[in-house]
């Protein structure tokens, strides 16, 4: 067999070496021609001319040799493929079951590998990206895993660290809407201020003009933009001059120094980005920054984590009011971008390995029950002279063709569901756009359909090859007891097909409960979620200046928006349910000790006076605010139920006073007049939070949302748009949509994910019935003779449905026992993708059990029932 | 006689050099010659058809070769029967004898 292989492998990869080879031997074989007519007496000339003659024409003759060559391999390439190919088209239904099981397979597993491939494996769009590293800050009271930093935070970092090329930083989320006036229609944009070594971090290049250089970032540097070119096409019609020239952003004069094109992407979308002007800052704080650096060469991640970890002890101990357990995270770009869902990719990718597995197992089965009718052919076959690998190889050839035909099937499937996802993204994946079905999915596919290919076809190649001449022959002859050895091998992939099943289907259980539980976990509002239309309302930087021309427009938004028909109220606030957090900040209740630790930073909402009514928000103490509750007035403030329960000593809060951030800070007390309940404002995964409302006619933001509750609200947006720009057309309208969509949204990555491996649980079921059935009514079918003797010495149809159900049972059994095993240790690996549901919950690994012990029982009754009306006569005649 | 290389079938051509192999590793030439003189002459194989044929049971599995010195002294490529190649020797004989056995039966029927 090596021998043939490395044959092979000559004549298809090293075709010149052949030829030159076969030259020479040519040429050998006509001097030795030539020095026997030499000894018989030929003049050596004469000799070698007559030798050349008789040799014949050498181009022909190598022509003949390599003919002979490549013929054979060939032909018996040929021969198996055709024979295979005429096999399966016998037996349409075996066909069928097998192309479809490895095709759904097949291409399901390549559909989760173009994701994985495109989302975690493919490079970043920067050069060496992998140096490249995003720096964060935690400390408490702001107590974020991956925070945002201050001015101050960056220039310790840029002073005190060596380990980073240049320390850059940018703002997160954008610094927010700016009016872009001047040159055509003024328009709100989005803008992010980056510090000069931002986009030279990075290493990307502007389509026109240059990006922002070195010391372009101090307080007394001129303001320069660099804009998107989706904005510039858009709003400057892709003009060339514009490069130099100045425009305007909220009024202040700025200079346009280059565009960047839009492949370039980071971490959030922006029209434009600004040079920060960063001046000595005078206290910590605000803390809207990330930091973004590329590694010096040769210096690890964790080699600057450890720098940072001792300049953050530093800090701390230079600003012991500010910060306590300060760390500054230091993560790598590719994990800040996809940190989150690899976890999920990975659990999804082991999911559909194991499916492919099963149905790689289930296949197989199929081919050791076909082989078992083939065995008598090959026993033929042995016993003319067929060498065993002759065998081996045809049956190879076989389920390659088969695994083959299915990948080309599963290779559909994965175009038309990659097309699929891609237009749609269930999964909010970040990176979507990556995700193709190329050339390395394409290696990976058909890789994969070679690999169950061989796979599959393995086991009852080697199982026919092995067998015994003389029992097979034997044993072929009449159908007395099948061979035990075949028997055994289905019995062990049944059991293993089973074993499987069950852990896919225990991590799909741990999902879909954990998943409900999500789904059913209380947002902390009564409204239906249906009947709420939520937006966000931008009135940019200029107009509104003057908050009381802020708190009037929004007056009037509030008034106009509530006498429309079918509304029956509707609020502003600068925060939502299930994840719009506003604000948070420390607080300080009068009469209670102040520390970081006791008073840490909780939800700040800005709300219109009946915004808690409108959300259906419950009152469990005092008022809700009233409309007197305005500028002017004692400052009053509404907590939430946890926020009462755990900084107030236990006692009442209501009519007690707290302020906003430490005491030393000096703002004004507020009156506690209300308690809420709690509201998740930070995922509905998350914990109850403490929170406090305050009236934003005592303190206003210039983007706010708006809140309509109505009986209609979905079909809301086209009129309450028209009655905004009636107000002012130059407010900027964003994410219209249901309460009900924004929740459905926010959890689309766990939905995803469960809905995913729920279904490739539910396949797997499938083919574990399948395979159970088949086992049972083939091992039915070669026991016909042996039953209908027990039948005809008396035994009753009970007794042998009982004896076939207890063998499709005891196979479950094992199987379940085993698959128990592997479910508590594979599911460990989903801990934090689990919501309130332990990896090792025993609900759902009974439940799954039971599930997978009834499928194994239903598949088997039939071929049993089957099996119990077989007629004693008929069938001790049946061969 | 030219005629009968001609018509030698392809199955007699690789008894004939499995046979010849048999005993001894040898070169083309040797082959030829020695397939003459087994025969007494009646087969005289030309490299038209030797090469060819020794190509492809190499391919099949039933020789193998190695480069060698002649026994003067010039470089020449050896063949040698493997184990597949005995085997198909004994096949392949004992085919030939039932054939042989067959057609002079049918031959010397009346």
Redesign the interface.
């Known amino acids: 067999m090596r ?2 292989v490395s ?1 092979l492998w000559r004549n298809l990869m090293q075709r010149n070496r052949v030829e030159s080879e ?1 030259d ?3 040429q ?2 006509a ?3 030539a ?2 007519k030499a000894r018989m007496g030929a003049s050596p000339d004469a000799a070698r001319r007559a030798a050349l003659i ?3 024409g050498m181009p ?2 190598k022509e ?2 390599r ?3 490549a ?3 060939l032909d018996t390439f040929w021969r198996d493929t055709r024979f295979g190919v005429r096999l399966l088209l016998r037996n349409p239904s075996f066909t069928v079951v097998a192309v479809l099981a490895l095709a759904l397979g097949i291409g399901a597993t390549t559909i989760v590998f173009s994701i994985v491939n495109g989302v975690l494996l493919s490079g970043l769009p920067f050069p060496e990206s992998e140096r490249l590293a995003m720096v964060y800050i935690h400390f408490t009271p702001q107590n974020q895993e991956h925070g945002t930093m201050s001015i101050a935070d960056y220039l310790d970092w840029k002073t005190q660290s060596h380990s980073f090329e240049e320390p850059s930083l940018y703002t997160n989320g954008g610094w927010g809407l700016f009016d872009l006036t001047g040159a055509g229609e003024s328009e709100h944009v989005r803008a992010t201020a980056v510090s000069a070594g931002f986009f030279s971090t990075l290493q990307v290049k502007p389509l026109l003009g240059r990006v922002f250089q070195r010391g372009e970032d101090s307080g007394s540097s001129p303001r320069e933009v660099v804009l998107s070119e989706g904005l510039w096409r858009r709003h400057f019609g892709g003009r060339q001059d514009i490069v130099g020239q100045s425009i305007r952003l909220n009024t202040i004069p700025t200079t346009v120094v280059g565009i960047m094109p839009s492949s370039f992407r980071f971490t959030h979308d922006t029209d434009l980005w600004l040079n920060l002007r960063i001046n000595p800052p005078t206290r910590r704080g605000p803390f809207p920054y990330i930091g973004v650096a590329r590694l010096k060469p040769g210096v690890t991640m964790r080699q600057a984590q450890a720098e940072m970890d001792v300049i953050a002890q530093r800090v701390q101990r230079a600003n012991p009011t500010s910060y306590s357990n300060l760390s500054f995270p230091v993560v790598s770009l590719r994990d800040a971008i996809v940190g989150k869902v690899r976890q999920s990719l990975l659990v999804i990718l082991g999911g559909v390995f194991s499916l492919l597995l099963i149905a790689v197992v289930n296949v197989a089965n199929l081919m050791l029950t076909r082989a078992a009718s083939r065995e008598r052919e090959m026993a033929v076959r042995l016993s003319l ?1 067929a ?1 065993r690998s002759r065998l081996l190889r045809q049956l190879l050839v076989e389920s390659t063709v088969l695994a083959l035909v299915s990948g080309l099937l599963g290779l559909a499937v994965a175009f038309g569901g990659v097309q699929l996802l891609k237009a749609w993204n269930p999964g909010n994946l970040p990176r979507i756009e990556t995700v193709h079905v190329n050339g390395t999915v394409l290696v990976f596919s058909l890789c994969i359909s070679l690999l169950t290919g061989v796979l599959f076809g393995l086991v009852p190649a080697l199982q026919a090859s092995r067998s015994d001449l003389n029992t097979s022959l034997k044993e072929g002859s009449r159908s007395g007891t099948p061979g035990t050895a075949r028997r055994r091998m289905q019995d062990a992939l049944i059991v293993a097909e089973i074993a499987l099943s069950l852990v896919l289907l225990a991590s799909a259980g741990l999902l879909l409960r954990s998943f409900a539980l999500l789904e059913g976990v209380n947002p902390g509002f009564q409204a239906s979620p249906a009947d709420l239309l939520t937006m966000r309302i931008s009135i940019g930087g200029t107009k509104y200046r003057e908050e009381a021309s802020a708190i009037a427009f929004y007056q009037g938004l509030l008034d106009r928006v509530r006498s429309l028909p079918g509304v029956t109220s509707a609020a502003i606030s600068d925060g939502l349910p299930p994840d719009r957090r506003a604000d948070y900040d420390t607080f300080t209740v009068e009469g209670e000790t102040w520390t970081q630790d006791s008073n840490p930073a909780v939800t700040v909402a800005l709300t219109s006076s009946d915004y808690l009514r409108t959300l259906g928000i419950p009152l469990l103490g005092g008022r809700y605010f009233t409309e007197h509750d305005i500028t002017g007035s004692e400052l009053v403030t509404v907590i939430s139920e946890s926020m009462a329960k755990r900084y107030f000593g236990g006692r009442d809060p209501i009519g007690r006073r707290m302020k906003q951030s430490q005491p030393s800070l000096g703002n004004p007390w507020m009156r506690i007049v209300g308690v809420v309940g709690d509201v998740k404002y930070t995922g509905l995964d998350s914990s109850s939070e403490p929170a406090y409302y305050w009236s934003y006619k005592q303190n206003t933001s210039p983007m706010m949302y708006l809140t309509v509750r109505s009986t209609i609200a979905a079909t809301l947006t086209p009129t309450i748009r028209e009655a905004i720009r009636e107000l002012d057309k130059d407010v900027t309208v964003t994410g219209v949509d249901t309460m009900e969509n924004t929740m459905a949204r926010s959890v689309a990555q766990p939905r995803f994910r469960t809905g995913l491996l729920a279904i490739f649980a539910a396949l797997a079921l499938m083919l574990a019935a399948i395979g159970i059935y088949g086992v049972v009514s083939y091992s039915v079918s070669q026991r016909t003779h042996e039953i209908g003797l027990r039948m005809a010495l008396g035994a009753a149809q009970g007794s042998v449905l009982r004896m076939v159900v207890g063998q499709g049972l005891q196979l479950a059994g094992i199987g379940v026992t085993i698959g128990l095993v592997g479910a508590f240790i594979a599911t460990r690996s989903l801990g934090a993708l689990l919501f309130s549901v332990s990896p090792g919950d025993p609900v759902t690994f009974i439940g799954v059990s039971v599930l997978l012990a009834a499928i194994a029982l239903g598949s088997s009754l039939l071929p049993a029932w089957r099996g119990s009306r077989i007629d004693p006569l008929v069938a001790l005649r049946y061969e | 006689m030219p005629s009968t290389q001609t018509n030698l079938l392809q199955g007699t051509l690789d008894l004939l050099i499995l046979k010849t192999l048999a005993l001894d590793e040898l070169h083309g030439l040797g082959i030829s010659r020695r397939i003459e003189q087994i025969t007494n002459g009646t087969f005289q194989v030309k490299p038209g058809s030797l090469f060819p044929a020794l190509h492809r049971m190499e391919e099949a599995g039933w020789l193998s070769s190695s480069w060698g010195e002649s026994e003067n002294n010039r470089r020449a490529k050896y063949y040698r029967l493997t184990k597949a190649g005995r085997k198909q020797l004994e096949t392949e004989t004992e085919q030939w004898s039932k054939i042989s056995i067959a057609i002079a039966s049918a031959l010397g029927a009346t």
């Open positions: 021998a043939r044959s076969l020479d031997e040519l050998a074989y001097s030795l021609l020095d026997e008789e040799t014949g022909q003759l003949e040799v003919d002979a060559k013929g054979i391999m002279g060498g």
